[in-house]
């Protein structure tokens, strides 16, 4: 064997470099980064943009609400939907119309025509839309790359996420900043967001899925496979118990990222470049944390290294809720950030691996509806709080809060991971869709 043969074998047999033996992920991943780039300099605009116009807490937790209502009520249908269809051509779609209202908000805010009130209805939409692109984008991972190889190709999708979370909002306060009037420089992070979906767009004319999970999936009507992923993920030992514990988890201790506007620049005097300082730390810390779940060989253990991380969390969000320093909030981000992505990037690939592909698309749908839901609801309960208290204040009593629950739970860390860090046997139906076959 040559020396090149044997180096290529080594970075493709071990840790995260078995993943690159799928180049059709490979090519998904990296067109991903791109996109999450523009996603981030959208979302540092927005934030930005509705500080500017109402310097509220409120308000910022309003953006993030009105994000969450359109995921809250469409998010669980899509992924029923994404269950009975190919789910490359939902992906084209989703990522059409995405690119549609970005630019629709571009012209708005290059025209001056924005105002709070229409921002919160353009952020509705945009909920809608990542409703059903979300389901698409946790379904397709499993589809592309064997079960064995989950980690590493998760650990990467979220260590490029992570980078473009440094990247995006380091760029964003930039091109702000650049411009006398900063609107301007926001309609351009909405142009370059639609600009580099289309990148991410084009990887989906070009890429083939390797597994489908189709089991039944046109034999019984919309609305009973609808009822039947709710009924499996109620009846899956451990499951319901770890996703109730993740509602308390995304409602507190995630919520901060939508509110670092305001954090930045209400309590430190900041301005943008300090919410991009913050955004960025968070994905440093986010970006070690994805490293070191893409090189987790399985997912055995999985369980009690979450549950230490989100102890880890606590503590930081504490030191985050109680300093005055800058500097030190920069530092109890980036832990924060890592505590955050060990708790969901190892989550997400413990559910996925719990569950059949059968149900793949309407179960992911309802975790989808933790995460993408919890952190702008919980922002914006935090942001209301904050108009009659110290901002500081409430986010020491929401970490009390979830400290509690936290407690409560971790007794029944080993039952959860008993039945969580074990595979379900593919060859056969899964109870709910077994029922209704009879």
Same mark, same amino acid.
């Given at each position: ?11 493709? /047999? ?42 509220? =807490? ?71 839309? /990542? ?79 390797? =597994? ?227």
């Amino acid at each position: 064997m040559t020396a090149k043969a044997s180096w290529k074998e080594r970075l493709t /047999e071990r840790g995260m470099g078995r993943i690159f033996r799928y180049p059709d992920f490979v090519l998904f991943s990296f067109t991903g980064w791109f996109a999450n780039i523009g996603t981030w300099l959208q979302r540092v605009g927005i934030q930005w943009l509705a500080w500017e116009l109402t310097h509220s =807490y409120a308000w910022l937790g309003a953006m993030a609400l009105a994000d969450a209502i359109g995921i809250i009520f469409f998010l669980p249908l899509f992924g029923t939907v994404i269950d009975r269809g190919n789910r490359l051509d939902f992906a084209k779609l989703s990522q059409w119309l995405a690119t549609a209202l970005t630019l629709l908000l571009a012209i708005l805010t290059f025209m001056d025509w924005i105002n709070i009130w229409l921002l919160l209805a353009m952020m509705f939409l945009h909920g809608v839309t /990542e409703a059903f692109w979300t389901p698409v984008r946790m379904a397709l991972p499993p589809s592309m790359v064997p079960r064995a190889d989950l980690a590493p190709a998760l650990g990467l999708t979220a260590i490029l996420f992570n980078l473009a979370q440094i990247i995006g909002p380091a760029a964003a306060g930039l091109i702000i900043v650049a411009f006398d009037n900063h609107r301007v420089g926001i309609g351009f992070l909405f142009v370059g967001n639609a600009v580099l979906a289309l990148v991410y767009l084009w990887s989906f004319y070009i890429i083939k899925l390797l =597994y489908e999970d189709y089991s039944a999936r046109h034999t019984t009507g919309f609305f009973s496979d609808f009822k039947d992923g709710i009924l499996y993920a109620y009846h899956k030992e451990g499951l319901a118990l770890f996703m109730l514990m993740m509602v308390a988890t995304t409602l507190i201790m995630r919520a901060f990222r939508e509110l670092l506007a305001g954090y930045a620049d209400g309590v430190f005097h900041q301005g943008p470049q300090g919410l991009a300082v913050l955004t960025s730390a968070v994905g440093i810390g986010a970006l070690v944390g994805a490293v070191i779940i893409a090189n987790f060989g399985n997912v055995k253990g999985l369980t009690r290294t979450i549950f230490v991380y989100f102890g880890i969390g606590i503590a930081l969000q504490f030191g985050f809720a109680l300093t005055g320093n800058f500097t030190i909030a920069a530092a109890c981000t980036i832990g924060m950030g890592l505590a955050v992505a060990i708790g969901g990037i190892g989550s997400q690939l413990l559910v996925q691996s719990a569950i059949h592909g059968a149900m793949r698309g309407r179960v992911m749908s309802l975790w989808a509806l933790i995460l993408r839901g919890g952190p702008p609801l919980g922002a914006w309960i935090i942001g209301v709080a904050s108009e009659a208290w110290d901002f500081q204040l409430v986010m020491v009593v929401a970490t009390a809060l979830y400290a509690l629950i936290f407690l409560a739970i971790l007794p029944r860390m080993k039952y959860i991971a008993v039945h969580l860090e074990t595979q379900p046997d593919e060859t056969e139906l899964p109870r709910t869709a077994r029922k209704t076959a009879e």
